[in-house]
């Protein structure tokens, strides 16, 4: 008799001590569950013992990325049920040695246990990074770069669109176009910077060359591009090539930390900043002090996290890092700005777009899967369903209020102190 379904959502339910949101596939054809709910596809028993030797979240991004699992139905509403499950009760669980002196859990366990079969721990998928070296060298920066960009300019052309901005966008409403709405952030990036013919710009993190080609072509500046990732520069390049901006607009492999020549009129870091990590942050800044003329502007557009009650408890997310973002850290807003301004910059407004990334990522997810064969076939099966999950998430995590993202324009105050901003700077909306 078939039963593998049944039996996996008894036991999973014994563990968690609370009822399934999803229905239940498993590999021998059975169903369990919600009528009608979700389904999660459990495709074979390597799936069980990627969950029992890492429980919770990295072991369930294991089994997705290795195909051992998968998703029936409407994705973010399975999501949203199973984050009630793992996510959102990791902030208040037990840890795994406590949870063991309970009978029942012990019990679910030696369940799973023999119904996973084997009991060797399965190889991580071979899209999961390997740890080298210290945190935010630039050795170990390039490389965590490279795992994330590198992925292919096609794949990224798939799911960025036309506009190969891979950042935040700013809708003017959900109806808009994504290509629009990308327009829109980068001239509000423009408008927030007070571009004008003849100022130098740096672009930190300069990605594919959206925002050098929008700022030369549009404001008439003349702008440097960094970006540590050999694939988004040679695409930058023959975009500026291509706009006819190759006497405007230089594009660098360069580490941020190596550029020597400012100062700059203005500089924008665009999701760039989330690679530069904690102990760093404070030397970010004042690079890009040092880097900035007095009176120049800084437009620092960034995701950010919500604080702990305790700083000491926040960890980077398991998934995020072992197949997304390598090192990558979020910080509250308030440390953000708070470190910027140790640097000698003031901050001089404020904006929060968190609905508009979910707007952008959700869009982004819907390209991916429109294109989705094309799409596994240039990255690969696992690298393509690491994005779906990311991606998806992350809408999710926008939507409620879980991450956040921020526009913070600081400037570089000269001696005097007057900065020349009209007394009412929101001149840009």
């Known amino acids: 008799m078939s039963d593998a379904a049944l039996r996996l959502k008894n036991l999973l339910e014994q563990l968690l001590r609370a009822p399934l949101p999803v229905r239940i596939r498993a590999w021998d054809g059975s169903q369990a569950g919600p009528p009608g709910a979700p389904v999660l596809v459990v495709r074979n028993r390597r799936a069980v013992r990627r969950l029992l030797f890492k429980p919770g979240e990295l072991g369930l991004a294991r089994a997705w990325v290795a195909g051992d699992l998968g998703i029936d139905g409407d994705l973010y509403t399975a999501l949203g049920l199973i984050s009630g499950l793992v996510w959102e009760r990791d902030e208040d669980s037990r840890s795994l040695s406590e949870a063991l002196r309970d009978p029942d859990v012990r019990s679910a366990v030696r369940g799973l246990v023999k119904l996973g079969g084997v009991p060797l721990p399965p190889a991580p ?9 210290h945190l935010h060298t630039k050795r170990t920066d390039r490389r965590a770069v490279s795992h ?3 992925v292919g300019n096609d794949f990224y052309e798939i799911v960025l669109g036309p506009s190969m901005v891979y950042s935040c966008a700013y809708w003017e409403s959900p109806h808009s176009t994504l290509e629009a709405a990308q327009r829109d952030k980068l001239e509000l990036v423009c408008r927030k910077l007070g571009l004008t013919p003849g100022q130098r710009l740096l672009d930190v993190g300069c990605g594919w060359g959206s925002m050098a080609v929008h700022a030369a072509r549009e404001h008439g500046v003349s702008v440097v591009g960094v970006t540590l990732s050999q694939e988004q520069a ?5 975009r500026v090539a291509d706009e006819g901006l190759t006497d405007r607009v230089e594009i660098r492999v360069q580490d941020y930390r190596d550029v020597t020549d400012g100062p700059y009129d203005a500089i924008a870091s665009i999701g760039m ?3 530069v990590g904690a102990e760093r942050y404070l030397e970010y800044a004042r690079d890009l002090y ?13 995701i950010a996290r919500r604080p702990e009650r305790d700083g000491t408890t926040y960890h980077v997310d398991e998934f995020i890092d072992a197949y997304v973002f390598p090192d990558g850290e ?10 910027l301004e140790r640097a000698g910059l003031e901050v001089r407004d404020v904006e929060s777009i968190r609905e508009h990334y979910g707007l952008t990522l959700r869009r982004w997810v819907a390209h ?18 690491v994005w779906l999950l990311y991606m998806a998430a992350c809408a999710l995590a926008f939507e409620r209020n879980r991450i956040g993202v921020n526009q913070v324009l600081a400037v570089r105050p000269p001696a005097s102190g007057a900065l020349g901003l009209p007394l009412r700077a929101r001149t840009w909306n």
């Open 125 to 133: 998928p071979r899209e999961e990074v390997r740890r080298r070296g």
């Open 148 to 150: 994330h960009y590198d």
């Open 234 to 238: 040679s695409y930058a390049r023959k």
């Open 273 to 275: 900043a989330e690679h």
């Open 290 to 302: 040092s880097l900035l003329k007095p009176g120049g502007r800084l437009l620092n557009h960034q």
């Open 330 to 339: 979020l910080a509250p807003l308030g440390t953000t700005v708070t470190q």
């Open 368 to 385: 991916l899967e429109a294109d989705w064969p094309r799409a596994q076939r240039i990255a690969g099966p696992g690298r393509a369903r």
